[in-house]
């Protein structure tokens, strides 16, 4: 499923005053990605705890990948979700787990709508005296279907490698300055994942396109960090901004900087 050209921010993101009438309305899932002990001490009211990572795994050595389907499919159904379900996710303080998920479930065919992240998190929550609860819902386990994914959001290693002189293409590094300067895939603008954000709430559309600027236009974008998470953030804001074609390498630096057969640029300064 292919995202619809020109989908504006609110297609990806939902704000406290929003996410309270929707609450009311009812016909949305919220999960807290937040750990175990947050959750227990107090949570949206209705939402269901999902580890962020029950939807990771390892694959030919390379951690915190995708995980299969089935994995997927088991962790979301063992949170309430239903086919089809409107979810809303949310961290502590918009990091970058809500946009990892918001990724896994459009990779495998989640409808783009049906998908967001709570701008700001649980702390814009509490800032804007949102309503808080520590009853855990009754969860029905579901089955979930899912749709086979294709590369329109996901990357390997092979592809961005023939793709290095691809003037096509930009590659963003999301990771930390000191990282970057340690080792990078060449070519790669280093564009770290934080910088999409004000506090804890994103940059305004004037500020996000000012941030992104050239890479903005180009026809793909392809993001990357060690593992994937941190990536998945610029992948999200790009798509806040309506860009139509951007992808995660989901290996990412663990996997290229562990095989000798891929280049390395080191010791670049960003």
């Known amino acids: 499923m292919s995202d619809a050209a020109g989908c504006p921010r609110s297609a990806y993101t939902v704000d406290t005053t929003t996410l309270t009438r929707s609450l009311n309305r009812g016909g949305i899932r919220v999960l807290d990605l937040r750990p175990d002990a947050d959750y227990a001490a107090g949570h949206v009211p209705g939402a269901a705890h999902l580890d962020p990572e029950s939807l990771r795994a390892a694959f030919a050595d390379v951690e915190g990948q995708v995980a299969s389907a089935e994995q997927v499919s088991n962790a979301l159904a063992s949170a309430g979700v239903r086919d089809g379900d409107n979810i809303v996710l949310y961290d502590a303080d918009n990091g970058a787990g809500p946009a990892r998920v918001a990724w896994t479930l459009l990779y495998y065919g989640w409808p783009t709508n049906h998908v967001r992240v709570l701008d700001g998190g649980w702390a814009a929550w509490t800032a804007a005296d949102g309503a808080v609860s520590d009853a855990v819902p009754t969860i029905p386990k579901r089955s979930i279907t899912l749709v086979a994914p294709t590369n329109a959001r996901r990357v390997d290693a092979g592809w961005v490698n023939n793709h290095l002189s691809d003037k096509s293409v930009v590659l963003l590094d999301a990771r930390t300055a000191e990282e970057y300067a340690a080792g990078h895939i060449?070519?790669?603008?280093?564009?770290?994942?934080?910088?999409?954000?004000?506090?804890?709430?994103?940059?305004?559309?004037?500020?996000?396109?000012?941030?992104?600027?050239?890479?903005?236009?180009?026809?793909?974008?392809?993001?990357?960090?060690?593992?994937?998470?941190?990536?998945?953030?610029?992948?999200?804001?790009?798509?806040?901004?309506?860009?139509?074609?951007?992808?995660?390498?989901?290996?990412?630096?663990?996997?290229?900087?562990?095989?000798?057969?891929?280049?390395?640029?080191?010791?670049?300064?960003?």
Do not use: Q
């Open 186 to 270: 060449p070519g790669a603008i280093h564009l770290p994942w934080e910088s999409t954000r004000s506090g804890t709430t994103f940059l305004d559309d004037a500020a996000m396109i000012a941030l992104y600027g050239e890479a903005l236009h180009a026809p793909t974008v392809v993001t990357y960090c060690d593992t994937g998470l941190r990536a998945s953030v610029l992948w999200l804001t790009l798509k806040m901004l309506a860009h139509p074609n951007v992808r995660v390498y989901d290996g990412s630096w663990t996997e290229w900087s562990a095989r000798d057969d891929l280049k390395k640029t080191v010791g670049a300064t960003p």
